[in-house]
């Protein structure tokens, strides 16, 4: 089963627009690197999502090494976004985000990355859900002061899911 390794963005999304127990319904499985957990996502919400199936995976020594030299290389990302990189881009699986930074750094190096509108199609294309909640879902992730999803792909995702 591919593994998509995810920053917090896109699940704080999910959970914005209550879709995580879905999301773990997908045909993929979920990781994001130990320090992102225990930093950003430990408590009740990481306790949620290790129990939905998240997977906390620890950074090998040629993982770290690589974390670090991009966090010197590209100051504007996040410590915990250079461990999904590192993690993602050594063990070639696929980079979940919502960070623009962390995405162009995906792209550069040819790394497969997708974010929140993608799981969106993935839940809609998969008939996981019918449209009234994704809908219901987008409106309310779109609608709150924290997000940066793209206007012009949200508006086209809210037309095709309009019931």
């Not at 963005?9 to 995580?20: F, K, M, N, Q, T």
């Given at each position: 089963?591919?593994?998509?390794?995810?920053?917090?963005?896109?699940?704080?999304?999910?959970?914005?627009?209550?879709?995580?127990?879905?999301?773990?319904?997908?045909?993929?499985?979920?990781?994001?690197?130990d320090l992102?957990?225990?930093?950003?996502?430990?408590?009740?919400?990481?306790?949620?999502?290790?129990?939905l199936g998240?997977?906390v995976e620890?950074?090998?020594?040629?993982?770290?090494?690589?974390?670090?030299?991009?966090?010197?290389?590209?100051?504007?990302?996040?410590?915990?976004?250079?461990?999904?990189?590192?993690?993602?881009?050594?063990?070639?699986?696929?980079?979940?985000?919502?960070?623009?930074?962390?995405?162009?750094?995906?792209?550069?190096?040819?790394?497969?990355?997708?974010?929140?509108?993608?799981?969106?199609?993935?839940?809609?294309?998969?008939?996981?859900?019918?449209?009234?909640?994704?809908?219901?879902?987008?409106?309310?992730?779109?609608?709150?002061?924290?997000?940066?999803?793209?206007?012009?792909?949200?508006?086209?995702?809210?037309?095709?899911?309009?019931?």
């Open positions: 089963m591919p593994i998509l390794v995810s920053d917090t963005s896109v699940l704080i999304d999910l959970e914005r627009g209550d879709l995580l127990e879905d999301l773990f319904r997908l045909p993929f499985e979920f990781a994001v690197p992102l957990f225990v930093r950003e996502l430990a408590g009740d919400l990481g306790d949620r999502l290790t129990a998240l997977r620890e950074l090998s020594p040629a993982e770290l090494t690589r974390a670090t030299t991009v966090r010197r290389q590209r100051a504007h990302l996040s410590t915990p976004d250079t461990f999904a990189f590192a993690i993602a881009e050594a063990r070639q699986w696929t980079l979940l985000t919502g960070d623009g930074g962390l995405r162009e750094l995906a792209t550069s190096v040819g790394l497969e990355m997708h974010g929140v509108l993608w799981i969106f199609d993935q839940l809609a294309d998969g008939n996981h859900l019918g449209f009234d909640r994704l809908h219901a879902a987008l409106t309310t992730i779109s609608a709150h002061p924290r997000c940066r999803l793209p206007a012009t792909e949200v508006r086209r995702r809210l037309n095709r899911f309009r019931t």
